[in-house]
C-alpha cells in the first residue's frame, strides 16, 4: 500500500511541464540533464571499512528485550516520508546513474546508525532505533504509516578494537543526524527532479501498477512534499546562534522545545538557537535517579519519556476541534515498558544490584586486561578525590548504604539523590544550563497550563521553558490515561508515571536558599564505555580528562570508533567525513557550547591562580593512569 503523505495534499508547488513529461514518459532518457538538482550534494559522511567480528556486551537484557528496545515504535513520525518511500529512495548522488538504496543497512552505517537484522521486532531491517509507525493524526485524521526515531538511536553505544565491534545498549551514540536529515532531503529532492532517478523510484513502489496516471499522482505527492515538510523540516538552516552538533552530540532539550513550541504549535517565534549541544548520555541506572538530564532538570520518568517522544515528533493535537486537545500518537502503554527494561523488576540493593539495564563490563578478552596492582593504587585515588561527588564504586558495601539513597516512598520505593554542582563551581560548559533557565516561550492561555506565565502578550502567556514543557507533556499524557476505556485508574496513573511527581527545573536550589544552573554527578559504573566526556563531549578520553586544561586538546575529531583503551575513549585523529569539535577558538577563548573547561584537576602557585572548575590536586601521569585503571573496573 503507497501512503500519501498529508502535506502532499495541503501543500503547493507547481511541477515544471518539461519535467513533468520527462517524468511521465514511458521510454524516458536516462541521460537526460536534470540541473536543478546542482544544490544537491552526496552528504561528506564517513567510509568506514569491513565490521568484521561484531559482539554485544553482557547487560541483563534478552534478546527478546534488546529487539523491544530497539524497534518498538514511540509513536514517532521522525522522517516526513511514509515508509515504502524510505525504503525505495536511492542515495543522494547528483549522479543519474542508479546507486545503491538510502535505507541500505551499510549506507546508513556511515551515518553512525548500527545495522540490524530483519526480525519480528524489525520486518524492514532497518538499524537499531529505526520503526515504523502506523496510526491516525490526531489534528487531522489522515492514517499513516512513517518511520520514527526511539531511544535506542541515541542511547545504543558502539565501540571498535583490532576488528571487534562491541555494541552496548544504552551506551551514547556515535551518530550525525544533521548530515543524516540533509542526506535524506537531498535524495528526496534528486529523486523527485531526476527522470531516470524517478523512474526507478515509481517502479519501486508501484509495482504491477506502474503506469502513466500512477506515476503522475505519485510525482506529484512527491514534489508537494519535498517542497513542503522536507525542505521546511530538514533543509532549513539552523536558527542564527546555533552551534554545530556534529558526531555523537545533539542539543536535545532546544530541539524538543522547537518541535514542541514552535512547529506543532505553530509559534514560529518559539523557535529557538540550538545552542548547547550534549553528549548523548549513557542511560543505565537512570531510573533510580532522584533528578535527570544533565542539569538535573527531570523527575519523572513518564514526563522525560513522553517528552522525548514529543521532540522526535510524535504527533500531538495542539489546535485542530477534530480531537480533544492534546490527544496525541505517544504511546504511554509502550514508554512504560521501555521503561521498565531500563528499571528492572525490582528495588536495587546491595544483593541483587541494579537488575535493570546493567553498565558493561570491561571485556578483558577483548580489551587488554586490567593491571590489578595499579586498580588498587587508583581505588585510594578515586575514594580521595571521586567518591566525594560520584559516590562510592557501586561493587562496595559504601555505595549501597550511602545515605544518597533517599528514604523509601509510600510505595516501597528508594531513589539515588545525586550530587548537583553550580556551573559557577564546576567551571564546565555553561550553555545547557544556562539556556535552559533563560529560555521563554509562548502558549496560548486557552491551554490553562498549571505553572502560571510571567506575563501575558493578548492570548499568549510568557512562561520559563521547563516548566511549561513540564506541564503540556503531562497535559499530553493525562489526555492518553483519559482516553482509555474505561480510563486508567488513579493507582496505575501514579505506577505508569513511576511513583514521581511531575518536577521540572532549571536551576537546583542550594542549602542556603540560592537556586543556580547546576549538573549532576552520577555513579562512574560503565563510565569507560561513555566517550567523549564531560556533559558537551568537549574531552575525548579520561585520560584528557584527568590532565590539566592545557594538556586537554583545543580541537579534535570525532567519528572515530577505534578504541584507545589507554586514554580509554575514541581515537581523535583526523577522519573524512567526520566532526572537528573545536573547544577553544583562534582568540583562545572558550567556544561556547563547545568550551572544554572544568573539572580540572590542577596545584596552581597561589588560589588567586586557580582556574575556574579547579576540583582537585594535579595528577601526575602515573596516578591518571592508575585511576584510569581503577574506572576501567567499574
Not at 558495601?397 to 533517599?406: G, I, N
Not at 559557577?424 to 492561555?445: C, F, H, L, S, W
Not at 590539566?548 to 575513549?569: C, M, Q, T
Request: hydrophobic fraction near 40%; charge should be positive.
Amino acid at each position: 500500500m503507497v501512503f500519501i503523505p498529508e502535506n502532499a495534499m495541503t501543500c503547493s508547488w507547481h511541477i515544471p511541464t518539461l519535467l513533468a513529461g520527462l517524468v511521465l514518459a514511458a521510454g524516458a532518457s536516462l541521460t537526460q540533464a536534470t540541473p536543478a538538482i546542482a544544490p544537491a550534494v552526496k552528504p561528506d559522511i564517513p567510509a568506514y571499512g569491513a565490521a568484521g567480528a561484531t559482539m554485544w556486551l553482557e547487560q541483563q537484557w534478552t534478546p527478546a528485550e534488546r529487539g523491544r528496545y530497539h524497534h518498538r515504535s514511540q509513536g514517532t513520525v521522525t522522517l516526513p516520508i511514509p515508509v515504502d518511500w524510505f525504503l525505495a529512495l536511492e542515495q543522494p548522488d547528483p549522479s543519474i546513474i542508479a546507486r545503491g538504496l538510502f535505507s541500505d543497512g551499510a549506507y546508513l552505517d556511515r551515518f553512525g546508525f548500527i545495522p540490524a537484522a530483519t526480525s519480528a521486532d524489525n520486518p524492514n531491517g532497518l538499524p537499531i532505533g529505526f520503526a515504523a509507525t502506523r496510526g491516525v493524526n490526531p489534528a487531522t485524521g489522515a492514517a499513516f504509516e512513517q518511520v520514527g526515531l526511539t531511544c535506542a538511536a541515541c542511547h545504543t553505544g558502539r565501540i571498535s578494537y583490532r576488528g571487534t565491534q562491541m555494541f552496548i545498549d544504552g551506551g551514547p551514540a556515535m551518530i550525525e543526524l544533521g548530515k543524516f536529515r540533509k542526506g535524506l532531503a537531498d535524495a528526496m529532492a534528486m529523486t523527485s527532479l531526476s527522470p531516470p532517478r524517478f523512474l526507478r523510484f515509481a517502479k519501486r513502489l508501484l509495482g504491477p501498477g506502474n503506469n502513466r496516471i500512477a506515476r503522475l499522482r505519485l510525482h506529484n505527492q512527491l514534489a508537494r512534499t519535498v517542497a513542503g515538510a522536507v525542505i521546511v523540516r530538514f533543509k532549513t538552516p539552523s536558527p542564527a546562534g546555533s552551534v554545530e552538533e556534529g558526531f555523537g552530540r545533539l542539543d536535545a532539550l532546544n530541539r524538543i522545545g522547537n518541535e514542541v513550541f514552535a512547529d506543532q504549535m505553530r509559534q514560529p517565534a518559539n523557535l529557538a538557537a540550538l545552542s548547547a549541544p550534549v553528549a548523548y548520555p549513557h542511560i543505565w541506572d537512570t531510573h533510580w535517579f532522584d533528578w535527570v538530564q544533565y542539569n538535573s532538570s527531570i523527575e519523572q520518568p513518564m514526563v522525560r519519556n513522553a517528552g522525548e517522544a514529543m521532540g522526535v515528533r510524535a504527533l500531538v493535537n495542539f489546535t485542530s476541534a477534530s480531537t480533544p486537545r492534546f490527544t496525541s500518537t505517544v504511546p504511554v502503554d509502550a514508554l512504560h515498558d521501555m521503561e521498565g527494561l531500563l528499571a528492572g523488576p525490582a528495588q536495587p540493593t546491595a544483593r541483587r544490584a541494579f537488575t535493570g539495564l546493567h553498565s558493561p563490563a570491561w571485556p578483558a578478552s577483548i580489551l587488554p586486561p586490567i593491571d590489578v596492582a595499579l586498580k588498587e593504587q587508583g581505588r585510594t585515588l578515586y575514594r580521595a578525590m571521586c567518591a566525594g561527588c560520584h559516590l562510592p564504586a557501586t561493587d562496595e558495601p559504601a555505595f549501597w548504604t550511602s545515605d544518597a539513597w533517599l528514604p523509601a516512598n509510600a510505595h516501597g520505593q528508594r531513589y539515588l539523590r545525586l550530587t548537583t554542582v553550580p556551573v559557577a563551581v564546576i567551571g564546565t560548559d555553561p550553555a545547557q544550563a544556562e539556556d535552559m533557565a533563560g529560555r521563554r516561550v509562548r502558549v496560548p492561555m486557552a491551554y490553562a497550563l498549571k505553572t502560571p506565565p510571567l506575563s501575558q502578550e493578548g492570548a499568549l502567556g510568557v512562561y520559563s521553558y521547563g516548566p511549561a514543557l513540564g506541564d503540556v507533556v503531562e497535559k499530553v499524557v493525562y489526555r492518553w490515561y483519559d482516553s482509555r476505556t474505561p480510563p486508567t485508574p488513579v493507582a496505575d496513573r501514579a505506577a505508569i508515571d513511576g511513583f514521581r511527581p511531575n518536577g521540572i527545573r532549571a536551576v537546583v536550589r542550594e542549602a542556603d536558599g540560592t537556586a543556580r544552573p547546576a549538573y549532576k554527578a552520577r555513579p562512574l559504573n560503565g563510565i569507560w564505555a561513555t566517550a567523549p566526556f564531560l556533559h558537551n563531549g568537549s574531552v575525548p578520553t579520561l585520560y584528557d580528562l584527568l590532565s590539566p586544561w592545557d594538556e586537554r586538546p583545543r580541537s579534535f575529531w570525532l567519528a572515530n570508533r577505534e578504541f584507545d583503551p589507554v586514554k580509554v575513549g575514541y581515537r581523535t585523529g583526523p577522519i573524512d567525513g567526520g566532526f572537528r569539535l573545536v573547544a577553544v577558538g583562534a582568540d583562545g577563548r572558550f567556544v561556547r557550547g563547545n568550551g572544554n573547561g572544568g573539572h580540572l584537576f590542577e596545584s596552581p602557585a597561589t588560589p588567586a591562580q586557580a582556574r575556574p572548575g579547579t576540583i582537585g590536586r594535579y595528577l601526575k601521569p602515573q596516578e591518571r593512569a592508575a585511576l584510569i585503571e581503577f574506572l576501567k573496573t567499574l
